[in-house]
């Protein structure tokens, strides 16, 4: 499995999320990472890839743990991903 524009969109909003929790606005996370908003608005838009070093600096920006993260948004990203599959209701098909 290669990764695909999709893939970036659920990066991009899970870091989004993670910011807000953090009570951060995005002009306040492009200071601490000495980039301009547009940086952070468009990789949170899923409009740009983020290698890890630059996951890596973005969580220390946001003073949470990368490892820690990296873990949820690997397993929020398999669900999103590869949903579950709806169950049966025990009934036949027709026929």
Do not use: C, N
């Not at 929790?21 to 838009?45: C, H, I, M, N, W």
């Not at 949470?64 to 398999?78: F, R």
């Amino acid at each position: 499995m290669w990764i695909g524009p999709d893939d970036h969109k659920i990066v991009g909003r899970q870091l989004r999320r993670y910011r807000l929790l953090r009570g951060v606005t995005q002009d306040e996370l492009a200071l601490r990472l000495r980039k301009p908003q547009s940086f952070v608005s468009s990789y949170e838009r899923g409009q740009r890839r983020v290698d890890f070093v630059e996951f890596v600096t973005i969580m220390r920006a946001l003073r949470m743990d990368p490892v820690e993260v990296g873990t949820m948004l690997l397993d929020h990203i398999d669900k999103e991903l590869d949903p579950p599959k709806p169950q049966s209701r025990g009934r036949k098909p027709a026929g």
